[in-house]
């Protein structure tokens, strides 16, 4: 079935897992806000489902959910324009994802980088859930029938299986229903580094807290892991090609790139020649500038969490106007018999 024929609809999710930060922000939320509008219907998701393939203390997810839903919102993303919602709250995401734990093939999960790296060499022990990740993400995004996904370039893979499954489905089934959804990996930070070493990624999970800019840092914290940063002593580049094998130079200017809205050349245009002493501090300022609305107002959501939950259970009516119709339908396709009436 042609792209067209379907609504053009955005979904996207992030795990309530805690520690938001800079690569959060840049490479999925600021994408989210930018896609909010005239042309897509937007949905946008805490992926609980998802936090807990791995362990999470109760308590901590709670908190983790409603700030999330708090970045959210103090990023951008407005309860009006777009669906908010928590995925535990629409059950048709899990229930679609049995539907797909039997359309995907074992080899296919096996060949996920994510379960690679989480599991580890400890796969024996890893969750059955972790395992079947990819398959509930791409439940997320069928069961609303999304045309496209803004992500980070460390999910393409995940799109790629969910695109995968879609065409199988359809396939086994003789039918062109669920849509092959576009990735969209896009912008000058699409994959943001850790500031302590410039070959990882910056990640919720990483032990050193000076490798990430979390959302809820104040303007010190800021300031003090730019400073600290690892960068290399050789001065800034004035084009683009300068910063090959200058891994750390390269994420920081990715980042200013991304923050300011310019493209990486404008950058160096502007900053080419300039040691990393100056550079670090005109960093650290405009991450200042854009971070701390965000940190205050997710602060002040987070006081009005009556709130928050309004919002997601608002968020979940809606949402359920989409899941339920394509559920029941997948449903029949598949050869479930619906209940009548009583
Ligand atoms: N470093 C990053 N740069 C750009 N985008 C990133 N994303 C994550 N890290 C970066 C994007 O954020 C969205 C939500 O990610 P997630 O919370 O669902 O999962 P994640 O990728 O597992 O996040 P972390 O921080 O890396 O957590 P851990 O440490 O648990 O693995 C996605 O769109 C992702 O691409």
Request: charged share 25%.
């Amino acid at each position: 079935m042609s792209e067209s024929a379907f609504t053009p609809r955005v979904f996207s999710g992030i795990q309530p897992t805690g520690n938001l930060h800079l690569g959060n922000y840049l490479g999925a939320m600021k994408r989210f806000v930018d896609m909010q509008g005239a042309d897509f219907e937007t949905i946008y998701c805490m992926v609980d489902l998802h936090a807990v393939t791995v362990w999470q203390d109760p308590k901590d997810l709670m908190k983790s959910t409603r700030e999330l839903c708090a970045g959210f919102i103090a990023a951008g993303i407005d309860p009006e324009k777009s669906i908010l919602i928590n995925q535990s709250q629409v059950p048709e995401h899990a229930q679609l994802a049995w539907i797909f734990n039997c359309v995907a093939r074992m080899g296919w999960m096996q060949r996920m980088t994510q379960w690679k790296d989480k599991a580890g060499k400890n796969a024996q022990n890893a969750s059955l859930g972790l395992f079947a990740y990819p398959a509930l993400m791409a439940a997320d995004i069928l069961v609303y029938h999304a045309t496209h996904v803004p992500v980070g370039e460390d999910q393409k893979q995940h799109l790629e299986l969910t695109r995968d499954i879609a065409i199988k489905f359809n396939h086994d089934y003789g039918v062109d229903f669920f849509p092959e959804t576009e990735p969209v990996i896009e912008g000058a930070a699409t994959r943001v580094m850790s500031l302590r070493d410039g070959s990882k990624k910056m990640s919720k999970s990483d032990v050193s807290d000076a490798s990430r800019i979390n959302l809820t840092d104040d303007a010190d914290a800021i300031a003090k892991k730019i400073r600290k940063a690892k960068t290399d002593p050789e001065a800034l580049p004035s084009e683009a090609n300068g910063l090959e094998e200058r891994p750390e130079a390269r994420n920081l200017v990715n980042i200013y790139a991304a923050l300011n809205e310019q493209s990486v050349d404008q950058v160096l245009a502007d900053v080419g020649g300039k040691q990393f002493s100056e550079f670090k501090p005109m960093l650290a300022d405009l991450a200042v500038s854009k971070l701390a609305p965000i940190s205050t107002e997710m602060a002040r959501l987070m006081d009005n969490q009556d709130e928050i939950d309004r919002i997601l259970a608002r968020g979940s009516q809606r949402a359920r106007e989409i899941t339920v119709p394509i559920l029941r339908k997948t449903y029949d396709i598949v050869g479930m018999v619906p209940p009548v009436q009583l």
